[in-house]
């Protein structure tokens, strides 16, 4: 607000009755500022925190009817006991002093702040919600409600907030080494889905395929979802969360959303058309599936390089992780990995090219090789990182608790067997719940 407007609405509060009153006690400009900021940030918390909504309803359409509920839970779980870590250890890690610019040291449990460190601390632990979120659908069907949330807890606690630390610094002093390099991740499309990607490539290594997902002679077998209404919603909303994913990692409200956000749109476009045409180009059917699924992967492209790239780019960006989206796929089943939802192409393998799209396509200085190399470098720091914590934590869970659910229990749906409870009582009259089963199931 310049000197000029705040005059002429110093001068309209005069105007009014009471107006010398309500001029004297006018905000300042900088109070002005802040409380604009706060707001905008507040607004984009409630859309990551709705994003958790789309998960949801994403992976609980791709899984089967008798794991509905299961899925879900997982989803809600996440955002309850992910919260709760993050408060008390990973932001922290994350965000707490850093003069080694490796990990935080201070900033575990906070209790006293300004009214912006509140605001701040809540979108940033929207942000780690989503990144334990990701490994959900991947291991679906198959892994027993405890494993995964401890592994969810451990992400969030630990896996997720160190790397973070190393990219995007400290929050008051110090700052992360992969920072002063100059890498450059806007929103997150290495820190956040990446990391989630590559968590859940180890774990669904760890766990191996659901029954009757390949052959013996290790032919793929498809096992629909049993509700696609749900996933076409459920990327509806991921895409309108999204806009705050995006918008809100300004931590302001200025001018500069408006690009930041067209890009997420015009890379989410293009991810859904570059997905139907490089199906149609390859002879296969136009899913609905892998529509919604270029969507999400244009929009995990872009969320890098959202405020340091052209239009144009985004374009390319998300037209380019669309096609990601559908080959991604082909390499998981050649290699025998189920991944249920694709959430490892779709967030780890167009992360990691939205993060050197981020390079590439810097507005003003194009293919800067010294800008390309320390992109490389952040993107393959966070695959040894996430992949290689994130496979030592699932074989430490599956040593000491197990991680796969039994093989009846996963016959019979984990809806049942890890809830007592089914998402569809009316069509599943024979697994309605019953104490003495539920005593007898183990």
């Known amino acids: 607000m310049s000197a000029h407007a705040q005059c002429r609405i110093t001068a309209l509060l005069m105007m009014l009755p009471g107006g010398a009153i309500a001029a004297e006690s006018a905000p300042s400009i900088t109070e002005v500022v802040v409380n604009l900021n706060t707001v905008w940030l507040m607004v984009s918390a409630a859309l990551v925190f709705l994003m958790q909504a789309g998960f949801a309803l994403l992976e609980g359409g791709m899984a089967r009817s008798k794991n509905a509920v299961n ?67 991947a291991m679906a069907e198959r892994i027993r409600y405890s494993a995964y949330l401890l592994g969810a807890c451990l992400i969030t606690g630990v896996i997720y907030p160190v790397f973070g630390s190393w990219a995007w610094g400290s929050y008051l002093d110090g700052s992360g080494w992969l920072k002063e390099m100059g890498f450059i991740d806007f929103a997150g499309s290495t820190v956040v889905h990446s990391v989630g990607g590559w968590c859940a490539l180890a774990g669904i290594i760890v766990l191996g395929p659901r029954l009757g997902r390949f052959s013996k002679s290790g032919e793929s077998r498809a096992i629909p979802g049993h509700n696609l209404g749900l996933v076409a919603l459920g990327g509806f909303i991921l895409w309108f969360g999204w806009f705050g994913f995006n918008g809100g990692s300004t931590l302001a409200g200025n001018t500069s959303v408006g690009k930041i956000i067209l890009n997420t749109h015009l890379s989410a476009c293009a991810g859904a058309v570059g997905a139907a045409l490089f199906s149609w180009f390859i002879g296969k059917p136009m899913l609905l599936t892998s529509t919604v699924n270029g969507s999400i992967g244009g929009l995990v492209g872009i969320t890098a390089g959202c405020a340091s790239m052209d239009p144009q780019f985004a374009i390319v960006t998300g037209m380019i992780a669309g096609i990601i989206t559908i080959t991604g796929p082909m390499l998981l089943n050649a290699a025998r990995l189920d991944d249920v939802v694709d959430a490892v192409s779709v967030h780890g393998f167009c992360g990691a090219w939205g993060t050197m799209a981020a390079g590439f396509f810097f507005a003003g200085d194009l293919f800067n090789e010294t800008r390309i190399y320390v992109q490389a470098i952040g993107v393959a720091v966070g695959f040894v990182w996430a992949f290689g914590a994130a496979l030592i934590m699932y074989i430490g869970i599956n040593m000491i608790i197990g991680m796969r659910a039994s093989p009846l229990h996963e016959q019979h749906g984990l809806d049942f067997t890890e809830h007592a409870e089914i998402g569809y009582p009316e069509f599943q009259q024979t697994r309605t719940f019953n104490p003495e089963a539920l005593e007898s199931r183990n």
């Open 71 to 137: 899925v879900i839970m997982k989803n809600y779980m996440d955002a309850c006991a992910g919260g709760l870590i993050f408060w008390l250890v990973g932001f922290g890690l994350m965000f707490g002093s850093n003069p080694s610019g490796w990990i935080g040291t201070d900033w575990f449990m906070p209790q006293s702040a300004s009214d912006w460190d509140w605001s701040f601390i809540l979108f940033q632990m929207m942000f780690a919600a989503t990144a334990c979120t990701i490994a959900s659908g």
